[in-house]
C-alpha cells in the first residue's frame, strides 16, 4: 500500500455502450473492451469531458496467492515495481509521471494488485511504455530487494505495531475467522518472512504472476477505444504470455460455531470490538443485499447501529463498516463484513453484541419500511456513482471488475442489483450471514483493563 487517481469496431472488440447516457437517475458509462493476442484484456471508458486520463494496470495476484512461508510478498513485490527497470532505473518513473503532470499510486489487497496513474491525455504514451517496461522485467538486485524491505518493515511499524488498536479489525479478525492459510494469514507479513525473501523469489514471482495474460489495464477519459486499442498494442502487443500457476482451492463456507478472542493493547485509552461475518461468495444473489444490508446497519450517523447503540444506547463512540480491504463489490475469495467500534469502559463487548444482536433481529423479523430502504440505496447510488466519476478511479474499478467478474460492464449492472434489493431480501441475509454461528468477535482492551488488580495490603 504505498503512498504516492463511434467507435470503431475492430477484431475482438466488445462495445458495451458508446457514450454516457441517461437512464432516469441511472448514468450509464461507455465500455469497449479487448483483449490482445498476448493474453492483456484492454477496458477502455471514452469520456472527452476533461483532457486527461484514468489509467490502471491490474494484476489477478493478491495476499491470498503469495508464498507459503513468504507472508507480505504480494506486498512487498508491490513496492518492487517501483524500484526500476534495466531501461528505466529507480526513480524515473515517479518523475515522468510527476513531470508531466500526473500522479500515481499501488496497492495490494486479497485478490489482485493494481497500480493507478492520472495525467494530462498527453502523457498517456509515456505512461503507457512504463507500464509496459515493468510488466517485461524488473531490475532486479539485492540493494534494492534489502531497501524495500526495510520499507515495508516501517510501514508495518507505523501503521500496526506503534497504531493504537494496530489494524486488528481487517488483519487479526480474519486469522480467526478464516480456516484456510490463503485466507487467514497475515498480509503484511512478518518481519522474518519479509527478510527470508530472495532474489529468486522475486525474479520467479514477477514471471508467474505478472505476465499480460494475467493483467488487465484499463484506460478512462479524453480518448476513443480504437486509439486506446491500438496505444496497447503498440506498447505491450510484443510481451510474450506466460504462464501462472493454477490459484489453490480456498473457498470456504460460512463458520458454525461462534469465535471469541480477546486481546490486550498497550497503546489504546478505550476499548474496541470488531465483529465479523463472513460474506456471500461474489456472484451470488445475496451479494447486493448483504451489500445493503450493511449500509443500512452500520455506515453513516443514520444507520441502525449508529442510531441504536452510539446515540441510543451510548454504549459505543463510533461504528464503522469494512469489507476485508476492499468493498462489497471488488473481492474474489472468502471475505468478511467487519463492525469495527470503540466502545465506553464502564460497558462491554457482551453488550455492545447484544445491542448489534437486536438490530439485526429487527431486520430478520420485520423487515424495512419502503422510504428507509430507499434512502439507504440512494446513498449507496451515489457513493457508488461519486467513486467512479474521477478518470483515476474509473479507470481502476473498471480493471478490477474485468478481473474479478470477467466483465467490466459490471460497472453498469451494480446500481441495477442495489435498486433491485428488497425488504424481503434484506430479511432473507440477515437471517443467513449475521448470525451468532457464523460470527467472529475481538474485544480488544486497554492493557491497563486486563492487568490483574494489586492486592489491597493486609
Known amino acids: 500500500m504505498r503512498k504516492r487517481r463511434l467507435a470503431l469496431l475492430l477484431a475482438g472488440l466488445t462495445l458495451a455502450s458508446t457514450a454516457l447516457a441517461a437512464d432516469g437517475d441511472r448514468w450509464t458509462l ?6 490482445l493476442d498476448n493474453g492483456l484484456t484492454v477496458v477502455v471508458s471514452e469520456d472527452h469531458s476533461s483532457p486527461t486520463v484514468g489509467i490502471s494496470v ?45 500522479r500515481n499510486n499501488g496497492s495490494t489487497r486479497a485478490d489482485f494488485t493494481n497500480y493507478i496513474e492520472v495525467a494530462p491525455v498527453s502523457a498517456l504514451e509515456p505512461i503507457l511504455w512504463l507500464e509496459a517496461d515493468r510488466m517485461k522485467t524488473l531490475d532486479f538486485n539485492p540493494v534494492t530487494l534489502k531497501n524495500q524491505q ?19 479489525m481487517w488483519i487479526d479478525i480474519g486469522q480467526h475467522a478464516f480456516e484456510k492459510w490463503e485466507n487467514n494469514h497475515d498480509g503484511y507479513g512478518s518481519f522474518q518472512d519479509l527478510e527470508n525473501a530472495n532474489l529468486k523469489d522475486v525474479a520467479a ?4 504472476y505478472y505476465g499480460p495474460n494475467n493483467a488487465v489495464l484499463g484506460i ?3 480518448i476513443a477505444p480504437a486509439e486506446a486499442f491500438a496505444l496497447a498494442e503498440k ?32 497503546l489504546a485509552q478505550v476499548p474496541a470490538i470488531a465483529a465479523a461475518w463472513k460474506m456471500p461468495d461474489r456472484g451470488s444473489a445475496d451479494q447486493a443485499p448483504m451489500a445493503v444490508l450493511g449500509a443500512l446497519l452500520a455506515e453513516g450517523d443514520a444507520s ?11 454504549l459505543a463512540l463510533n461504528v464503522e463498516a ?78 478490477k471488475l474485468q478481473t474479478l467478474w470477467g466483465d467490466a460492464a459490471t460497472v453498469n449492472k451494480i446500481p441495477g442489483w442495489i435498486e433491485g434489493v428488497s425488504s424481503a431480501d434484506l430479511q432473507r441475509v440477515a437471517r443467513t450471514y449475521l448470525t451468532v454461528p457464523n460470527r467472529t468477535v475481538i474485544d480488544r482492551k486497554p492493557a491497563a483493563m486486563l492487568a490483574p488488580a494489586a492486592k489491597k495490603p493486609e
Open 30 to 35: 461507455p465500455v469497449a473492451v479487448k483483449k
Open 58 to 102: 491490474v494484476y489477478h495476484v493478491g495476499m491470498r496467492l503469495e508464498p507459503k512461508n513468504r507472508t507480505g510478498f504480494a506486498h512487498l513485490f508491490e513496492h518492487l515495481m517501483f524500484e526500476g527497470t534495466p531501461n528505466a532505473k529507480e526513480g524515473v518513473f515517479d518523475r515522468v509521471i510527476t513531470g508531466g503532470g500526473g
Open 150 to 168: 526495510d520499507v515495508v518493515k516501517e510501514e508495518i511499524r507505523v501503521n500496526v505495531k506503534n497504531q493504537p488498536y494496530g489494524g486488528f
Open 205 to 208: 514471482f514477477h514471471r508467474d
Open 220 to 222: 478512462a477519459g479524453d
Open 235 to 266: 506498447y505491450f502487443g510484443g510481451i510474450p504470455s506466460r504462464p501462472a500457476p493454477p490459484a489453490p482451492d480456498y473457498r470456504e463456507g460460512l463458520n458454525t460455531k461462534e469465535k471469541r478472542v480477546t486481546q490486550s493493547d498497550a
Open 304 to 314: 441502525r447501529f449508529y442510531q441504536g447503540i452510539v446515540k441510543g444506547r451510548e
Open 322 to 399: 469494512l469489507y476485508g480491504l476492499t468493498d462489497p463489490w471488488t473481492y474474489d475469495g472468502p471475505t468478511l463484513f467487519t463492525v469495527f467500534a470503540l466502545y465506553k469502559p464502564d460497558t462491554n463487548a457482551d453488550a455492545v453484541l447484544k445491542a448489534m444482536d437486536e438490530e439485526i433481529a429487527k431486520v430478520a423479523e420485520q423487515g424495512v419500511d419502503e422510504a428507509t430502504l430507499k434512502r439507504v440505496k440512494t446513498r449507496m447510488l451515489a457513493d457508488w456513482y461519486n467513486g467512479i466519476e474521477s478518470f483515476i478511479n474509473r479507470a481502476d474499478t473498471l480493471a
